[in-house]
């Protein structure tokens, strides 16, 4: 079974509008950790946000927010007020226990459109 | 502060033909990363090292693939005799125990003709 799964290859968003990228994931382990990355055209991976799987609150950083639900196992990323600059490949990792192995989806190319 | 520095950014060399790509990670930072990234196969952990000694290498694909870290500020990945197959492209990434984040530098583009 897949580790982290990312069903949506590509999505398209109005500038100013806000836009969630799907990210489920798969283990066992009570502990874990859940990162998104994005690569803009240019090549870099660029970290976005984390989640612990201990962490009560969902992860916020500016206008990424991370929508944690442990149940579903799902880690969505939301991204708000989406800008010109947001379009981009963005990716959905996982971190198992203290494992040095980061399982990452197939991305999901994002389109922010003036 | 400075992220994690790869070169060269890019690479274009014909089969047969050594590599040598490069890395400084984040200065402090304990752990140290090889990813490679294609269509076909995505992100792959290639190898990693903890105070430059290697942990794990199930990630190199074959004998043609060497890295070596000689201190705790440099890194190399080498691919002798390159190959076509090999063309992508390859992410350093450094961690700092505890933390959970690993932080990429900006990859090196290898086009192997």
């Known amino acids: 079974a897949q580790k982290i799964t990312q069903t949506q290859p590509g999505m398209f968003v109005q500038e100013k509008e806000a836009v969630t990228l799907d990210c489920t994931y798969d283990?066992?382990?009570?502990?874990?950790?859940l990162f998104w990355y994005k690569q803009p055209s240019s090549g870099e991976m660029i970290f976005l946000i984390y989640?612990?799987?201990?962490?009560?609150q969902n992860a916020t950083e500016g206008r990424y927010s991370l929508n944690f639900q442990k149940a579903r196992k799902s880690a969505n990323l939301v991204i708000s007020a989406s800008q010109l600059g947001d379009s981009a490949m963005y990716f959905c990792?996982?971190?198992?226990?203290?494992?040095?192995?980061?399982?990452f989806g197939t991305g999901t190319s994002l389109t922010v459109i003036p | 502060d400075a992220g994690v520095i790869q070169s060269p950014r890019h690479e274009v060399t014909e089969m047969g033909q050594e590599v040598t790509l490069r890395c400084k990670p984040i200065?402090?930072?304990?752990?140290l990363f090889w990813y490679r990234q294609t269509m076909m196969r995505g992100l792959e952990l290639l190898i990693y090292?903890?105070?430059?000694?290697?942990?794990?290498d199930s990630g190199m694909p074959e004998d043609r693939f060497s890295a070596k870290m000689p201190n705790a500020s440099f890194s190399t990945l080498k691919i002798q005799p390159s190959e076509p197959r090999d063309s992508a492209v390859y992410f350093c990434?450094?961690?700092?125990?505890?933390?959970?984040?690993?932080?990429f530098g900006e990859g090196s583009w290898l086009t192997v003709v």
């Open positions: 990434a450094s961690r700092l125990e505890p933390g959970n984040t690993i932080y």
């Open positions: 283990t066992s382990d009570q502990s874990y950790g």
């Open positions: 989640q612990g799987s201990y962490d009560e």
């Open positions: 990792a996982m971190r198992e226990g203290t494992g040095n192995q980061f399982y």
């Open positions: 200065s402090g930072h304990d752990y």
């Open positions: 090292f903890n105070n430059n000694v290697p942990i794990d």
